[in-house]
């Protein structure tokens, strides 16, 4: 165990000693000795990022919703389940063996997550395989978090309380909107009767944590509905809710539709309304509002989004599903027959992955980009221990205007000296985008890095 | 257009067959010999032109053609110039004197050209007719004048379905001051709808000149052309001047050419010019030698003898670097035998109509852009320019124009042959006004204009507008909503009248053109020319956005109109303005008392609802893409927008 802990600490320091330097030569960064230092501190941080975390798509759907620009596959497509099933199952085995050869000692898992498309419409068993599969390799934790996104319509008592037995322990339910009007327009494959039938079964079968998605912004809808909807929702209890404003893609048949904020979508200060009113209602409800779109009760936060939004690593598995490993982060193809060669490439490649690691100036604005979307935002200490004092001054000078016209909440220690930045609820999160620019512009955007950027994407 | 080439064509086979049928018999009969069509006469003739000698002035004839637009003034050149054989039939093309590529297609001519044709006439002598053709635009009624003012007569064109137009009135108005002989031709006999004796009753009426004689012709077809060069020939006096008094030669155009230097076009009224011969610009006083003299064929064609003589259009170079040593109007004259006074020039081109002309983008160098000018300017005497800064375009040129058609096609012309794309402000006239110590000053830019300007007063234009008398009514409230003031109504012919008013020039400006022919159904015309200064109630009116006055969007309006010209151009800025952080409140204020306001609602949501593993590249991206839109913005005050919009806003083309 000690051996291999030393072995595993050399190979990092040389490892991150490396793309800093390069990257910082590149950068025409000025290069001092703390940073040097710092990179060094760093080294036995790193060592431990190994990812504690999985998700794994599912892409089978009975329809495509008008808004859903995901990698699905909609209507009866049971005949690919499973080959579909193998190739995931191939690509586990290959890459955590992979792993398994490279650290000797993986981390105890402590998210698992199928997301998708549909994986509630998956029979248990193939569920159970993988299951199996990583656990071939990898532990889970005693205290896993292992969720389903499960759609109503889509499974009956039983099925649920086959999944309880699997150990799944949180269940993710599409539920959108509890106006049956608002579900047939945006092609959602279920009705409000077939929402409450799910829960009630879901809670039958014994899960103790549900979250629940609902959608605001939807065409024709009004501040009233989308306040029906909150309520419907608070009265089921849930211990989880996510609440997306539609994102208008070019593919999907709404962004062919419609325009953003143009008749029938809801206009920009309607929309708006609406994301104000779930989130002061919620909180209101004893929710914890800890994303931009995610509202938790207490100790039911999401752990495995979470992991996302610290820019920690994961794994990710089947079609579409993007990993980020070793500071690889990587996306799968799309499509179901290039998603299978690539899985025998992996595989003749023994398991690893092939694609640039990210740079410390992308990492800077990941962490940039995703600690903000927090309620607990960033740490400036911890920003300016990783990415170099430099950076985070800047970063700080560009939140000021911001903090001073309320949008960004600033914590201060006792000596006046700024720890944390984090968005303001509501105002700050709805200008998420905009404040974005103005710190990054400031500040990892500024002239050389985004040549640099450019150059390498 | 097909129709005439299918006539030419024909033509033409009638020419070859003749051609063939005389190759057939190998023998031409006297008779046919005698009967031969006045093109072959007159070609014959040509060949054996010697274009190097001088012609007798008893045999020449000066004259241009002067008509309303689209009145068929360039179409009946080019028949001349094919009926007389003066192009060679597989070089010839329409409007062939229109050779700048706006000016063929937008079928408009903007440059007066001139050209020699050779004509037999019945009686059986040769005459050499020196043709010089005329735009037909409001806008280059300047070009006019000076063509009239080198010729003796002048054709003018009269559509015979369309009848006596504004412009048909103004050019014969030059033509009379001028003095100058004027032959009535009727264009377009050929249409249905032509009314060729109500139109001769229509210039007897209006014009006051006898048109029973007038030629009855169709450009388009070739009817009627032999008549019209007979009575070119008849009613047009020769030139006077003596060829051995001192030199005396009227430049009526000019350009210069980057490997030549300006060729510059005369007219010799007396004496004549030699090369080698030294010579003195009257009105500059700059002294040249003359390096090579010709005429135009209208191609250049240097004369070998170097001799242009009394009566006689040609041109010449004298290594002059600057068309300002040759100014159009003025008087050439000899240096050893000089004449005492000059032939009366006209006054110089005044620019009528300004805006600002910026770089859309720094990467166009005001320096680029200062080069072209001049450049420009060497070929279109009537452009004056001075540059100018603005806190809201930079740095740049404030223009002076004609007028807008003018402006539309300088733009044009920098855009295409300089490759410059401008941004231009809004277009204005030059104000007159008084400070508060009661200095006068005068400018154009009313962001130059000061708070405490005073007793403003603004150009008047005299307004023709001749319509069918059926849209009278709503042609008078047209022109009451813009300031004018009727001074005449009369009828030009029985349901057609001639309305004259005094209007602000600036009125004129923006689309009023338009609005004329929309509310005639396109039967109206219009032609306007400068009156006087006027004083008149204006007020300058500032644009505020988000607090402060942007200098760009300031304007000059009668004070009646301050309030609705200020709500329209808020309203066109909200359209405009995208939402900000902040909430943008926009102002319209005269001397800062604000007369209309509004706001734009701050931004509110600009937000990506899910970003989870897969989202995270996409996000970056997203918000690389938005910030590069963001770079490519432009600074109005504290707001910014995008460059479509920002150059909509301000050439307040909304």
């Not at chain 1, 896993?144 to 799944?168: H, I, N, Q, Y």
């Not at chain 2, 070089?91 to 229109?98: A, G, S, V």
């Not at chain 2, 304007?555 to 009646?560: K, L, Y």
Request: aromatic content about 10%; overall charge neutral; proline content about 4%.
């Amino acid at each position: 165990m000690n051996s291999s802990k030393t072995r595993q600490l050399a190979w990092t320091f040389i490892h991150h000693f490396t793309t800093a330097t390069t990257h910082m030569t590149r950068c025409k960064l000025p290069m001092s000795y703390e940073k040097l230092e710092y990179v060094n501190s760093k080294v036995e941080n790193r060592s431990y990022a190994l990812p504690k975390s999985v998700y794994i798509h599912i892409p089978f759907c009975i329809r495509k919703c008008f808004y859903c620009d995901f990698a699905v596959i909609a209507g009866d497509s049971s005949h690919w389940y499973d080959n579909y099933i193998s190739y995931i199952v191939r690509e586990i085995e290959s890459t955590l063996s992979y792993f398994k050869r490279k650290y000797q000692k993986l981390p105890d898992l402590e998210t698992v997550y199928f997301g998708g498309g549909t994986p509630s419409l998956l029979p248990t068993i193939y569920i159970q395989q993988i299951l199996l599969s990583l656990q071939k390799y990898i532990n889970f934790a005693s205290d896993v978090e292992l969720t389903v996104e499960m759609d109503p319509g889509t499974f009956d008592l039983s099925k649920a309380r086959e999944f309880f037995a699997l150990g799944v322990n949180r269940v993710s339910v599409g539920v959108q909107s509890f106006d049956d009007t608002l579900l047939q327009l945006c092609g959602r494959s279920h009705n409000s009767k077939e929402i409450y039938y799910a829960w009630d079964t879901l809670r039958t079968a014994g899960f103790t944590n549900l979250s629940l998605d609902l959608m605001s912004g939807l065409p024709n809808q009004s501040l009233e509905v989308f306040k029906d909807s909150i309520e419907k929702a608070i009265s089921l209890d849930p211990e989880h809710l996510s609440c997306y404003d539609l994102i208008l893609e070019g593919s999907t048949p709404f962004g062919k539709k419609y325009q953003s904020g143009v008749y029938p979508l809801p206009s920009e200060d309607e929309a708006a309304a609406m994301y104000i009113f779930a989130s002061c209602r919620l909180r209101e409800r004893g929710f914890e509002h800890y994303e931009v779109s995610n509202y938790g009760k207490p100790k039911y936060l999401s752990k495995h989004n979470q992991v996302y939004w610290k820019n920690q690593s994961y794994y990710g598995f089947g079609i579409s599903a993007t990993s980020y490993t070793e500071m690889k982060r990587f996306s799968r193809p799309r499509k179901l027959l290039s998603y299978f060669d690539w899985v025998k490439r992996l595989e003749m490649q023994n398991g690893e992955v092939e694609c640039p690691e990210e740079s410390l100036q992308e990492q800077a604005v990941d962490t940039l980009i995703l600690g903000l979307r927090m309620k607990q935002g960033i740490s400036i200490d911890e920003f300016e221990k990783q990415y170099g004092q430099q950076v985070s001054w800047q970063v700080m000078e560009a939140a000021q205007p911001w903090i001073e016209s309320g949008h960004i909440l600033g914590k201060y220690n006792c000596n006046g000296q700024l720890q944390r930045i984090a968005l303001q609820d509501p105002n700050g999160f709805l200008l998420q985008n905009s404040i974005l620019i103005s710190l990054l512009e400031k500040s990892l955007w500024n002239k050389s890095s985004s040549k640099y950027h450019k150059a390498q994407s | 257009m097909s129709l005439f080439r299918c006539k030419s064509l024909s033509q033409k086979l009638c020419f070859y067959h003749w051609i063939d049928w005389r190759k057939l018999c190998s023998y031409v009969p006297p008779d046919i010999q005698k009967g031969l069509s006045a093109s072959q006469r007159a070609s014959t003739n040509f060949l054996s032109v010697d274009n190097n000698k001088p012609v007798d002035k008893e045999y020449i004839r000066n004259f241009s053609i002067i008509a309303h637009v689209d009145h068929g003034k360039s179409t009946l050149a080019d028949r001349l110039l094919q009926f007389t054989g003066t192009i060679a039939p597989e070089k010839f093309r329409d409007q062939y004197l229109d050779n700048m590529d706006i000016e063929r297609e937008r079928g408009i001519t903007i440059k007066m050209r001139a050209t020699r044709l050779w004509y037999r006439s019945k009686d059986g002598s040769c005459y050499l007719l020196n043709l010089i053709d005329t735009p037909g635009h409001v806008d280059f009624s300047y070009e006019v004048s000076r063509s009239l003012a080198a010729v003796e007569g002048c054709l003018l064109v009269v559509d015979a379905s369309q009848g006596v137009q504004a412009q048909t009135i103004a050019n014969v108005d030059l033509a009379l001051e001028n003095n100058l002989e004027i032959v009535p031709v009727l264009n377009k006999v050929d249409l249905a709808t032509a009314e060729p004796d109500k139109v001769c009753q229509e210039i007897s009426q209006v014009i006051g000149i006898d048109a029973s004689r007038a030629v009855r012709a169709s450009a388009k077809f070739g009817i009627g052309v032999e008549e019209i060069l007979e009575e070119i020939v008849h009613l047009i006096p020769p030139p006077q001047g003596q060829v051995d008094a001192p030199l005396q030669a009227l430049i009526f155009d000019s350009y210069f050419d980057p490997y030549r230097g300006v060729v510059v076009f005369i007219r010799v009224r007396n004496g004549e010019i030699r090369t080698g011969m030294k010579v003195k610009f009257m009105a500059t006083g700059v002294e040249h030698v003359v390096e090579q003299v010709g005429i135009l064929t209208p191609d250049e064609v240097v004369r070998t003898s170097g001799v242009l003589s009394c009566g006689e259009v040609g041109f010449i170079k004298a290594g002059i670097k600057s068309l300002h040593d040759a100014p159009v109007g003025d008087t050439i004259t000899g240096c050893d035998n000089p004449t005492q006074s000059p032939l009366k020039g006209y006054k110089p081109a005044k620019s009528m109509v300004f805006c600002g002309l910026y770089p859309a983008d720094s990467s166009v160098l005001f320096e680029n852009l200062r080069s072209a000018l001049e450049k420009l300017s060497l070929n279109d005497s009537s452009i004056s320019f001075q540059p100018e800064s603005s806190s809201v375009l930079g740095k740049g040129f404030r223009v002076g124009f004609l007028g807008m058609l003018h402006m539309e096609v300088v733009k044009e012309r920098l855009k295409r042959e300089y490759e410059l794309e401008l941004l231009t402000s809004a277009p204005s006239v030059v104000y007159k006004f008084r400070n508060l110590k009661g200095e006068y000053f005068m400018e154009s830019n009313p962001s130059k204009i000061p708070n405490d300007a005073r007793h403003f007063e603004e150009p008047y234009v005299k307004l023709d507008i001749v319509c069918p008398d059926q849209y009278n009514g709503t042609i008078l409230d047209l022109c009451q909503n813009h300031r004018a003031s009727l001074e005449d109504m009369r009828y030009v012919s029985k349901g057609r009248i001639l309305l004259k008013f005094l209007i602000p020039l600036a009125e004129v400006l923006t689309n009023f053109y338009d609005q004329v022919k929309s509310r005639t159904r396109g039967f109206g015309s219009m032609d306007y020319e400068f009156h006087s200064y006027r004083s008149s109630d204006l007020v300058k009116l500032d644009i505020a956005v988000a607090g402060d006055v942007v200098e760009g969007l300031s304007c000059v309006v009668h004070r009646d109109q301050a309030y609705s010209k200020g709500k329209e151009i808020i309203e066109k800025l909200k359209k405009y303005i995208p939402r900000h952080q902040f909430k943008v409140v926009l102002q319209a204020m005269i001397s800062a008392k604000v007369i209309a306001s509004d706001f734009i609602q701050p931004l509110r949501k600009d937000v990506l609802a899910k970003c989870y593993g897969g989202d995270v590249s996409r996000k970056k991206k997203l918000l690389e893409r938005q910030k590069e839109g963001k770079e490519k913005l432009r600074q109005l005050g504290k707001v910014r927008l995008s460059p479509e919009a920002f150059a909509a806003v301000v050439a307040q083309k909304f």
